[in-house]
């Protein structure tokens, strides 16, 4: 897994709160929002790293087709 | 007759220095270019094979680029003998250049992509991001830089993958001397560090010392001989020798020639390559 700073920590915190051996209701929440948090936050990540890596030439290349002045398509397929 | 010498007289004299203004100082350069100058005549691109570009511009901000690479890549290897293994790679790009903002893309034949973006945020703010991207995962790399230059500082904060966290800070002292600091945390190989550098210029020369906790200790000294220079050469405590060449052609069209012979470990490298396009 991608450990981050965040991820640590906030596994450390869940393993503190279940160690306490204290299951009330609020300490069991906020271990299964720390635990949502971080997989929502690592789906996240993943999920914009593949965008990033399929996306960004094509977003270049669509922003710079729209820059002026507008340039045609047959310039930016041939070699010439 | 009189007009000359009342000139003259309104003159200031050689001898006296020009008060400094400390609250006029210069921005200083900032913290990662430091060695800017001892970096580009002593670290050239060097590669081994042929190397072809070709930039084609579609406008003024926007350009394609394909370049063609045929040469051995290392692998590192346990003995002290080099593998070397022939590669051969077609990497195409985009670039926008914006004044406010660039966009710099390449992606390779084995699906890497390399992206840079510079942003400008406000007057004084510039966001930059700086990535490598592969299909394997775990490998890929992200850093992004807060920058903040003020009258007569720069402030830096980085954020990189692996929960990695930056930040540094120079200000100029006097109008030729500077002084820097950074610190750095790297989460994931549990690595913190301090560093400080300084750096000292004037119109003929430039002197730069870094040092870091990370054991790094890094002096520089460069001295302007001349306005041009293309030839540039190194020799190295290592036992390496260096020559690079960039030699203009024609308007748009450059012709580069790299050597580097490491008599230490009987390694020689040549390349040769054409640059086409602005």
């Known amino acids: 897994m991608a450990s981050k700073g965040v991820s640590l920590k906030v596994k450390g ?3 503190a709160s279940k160690s306490k051996g204290s299951s009330s ?12 948090l971080k997989d929502w936050s690592n789906w996240g990540l993943k999920k914009a790293k593949v965008i990033a890596h399929y996306g960004f030439i094509p977003l270049v290349i669509i922003i710079g087709m729209n820059s002026e002045p507008k340039p045609s398509l047959s310039q930016l397929l041939s070699p010439v | 007759m009189d007009a000359p010498t009342a000139f003259n007289a309104t003159k200031p004299t050689v001898e006296t220095k020009e008060k400094v203004d400390y609250f006029n100082l210069p921005c200083p ?3 990662e270019e430091m060695h800017r100058e001892a970096l580009i005549s002593l670290k050239p691109e060097v590669f081994e094979g042929m190397r072809f570009d070709f930039t084609k511009g579609l406008n003024q901000k926007f350009a394609l680029s394909h370049s063609v690479f045929m040469g051995p890549t290392e692998i590192p290897s346990q003995s002290s003998e080099t593998i070397k293994i022939p590669t051969a790679h077609y990497e195409f790009g985009a670039n926008y250049l914006d004044p406010k903002l660039m966009l710099f893309g390449r992606v390779l034949t084995d699906g890497r992509v390399n992206a840079r973006v510079k942003c400008d945020l406000s007057d004084n703010l510039t966001l930059k991001a700086n990535a490598q991207l592969t299909s394997e995962p ?6 992004v830089n807060f920058d903040y230059k003020g009258k007569d500082y720069r402030s830096q904060f980085q954020l990189g993958n692996g929960a990695l966290f930056g930040a540094n800070y120079i200000q100029s002292v006097t109008p030729n001397l500077s002084l820097g600091g950074e610190v750095f945390w ?14 000292y210029s004037t119109d003929k020369m430039v002197a730069t010392g870094q040092v870091a906790s990370t054991g790094i200790v890094a002096l520089s000294y460069v001295q302007k001989v001349s306005e041009k ?10 036992g390496c020798v260096t020559a690079f060449l ?16 490491d008599h230490r470990k009987k390694d020689y490298k040549f390349g040769f390559g054409l640059t086409v396009g602005e």
Do not use: T, W
């Open chain 1, 13 to 15: 915190k869940s393993s």
């Open chain 1, 25 to 36: 209701s609020s300490s069991s929440d906020e271990k299964s929002m720390c635990k949502a």
């Open chain 2, 29 to 31: 350069i900032p913290y």
């Open chain 2, 138 to 143: 775990h490998m890929s790399h992200c850093m």
């Open chain 2, 186 to 199: 790297a989460g994931q190989h549990r690595k913190s560090g301090v560093g400080y550098a300084a750096r």
């Open chain 2, 229 to 238: 220079c293309r030839l540039r050469g190194k020799i190295d405590s290592n």
């Open chain 2, 246 to 261: 960039e030699e203009r052609l024609n308007m748009g069209l450059n012709f580069i020639l790299s050597a580097e012979v």
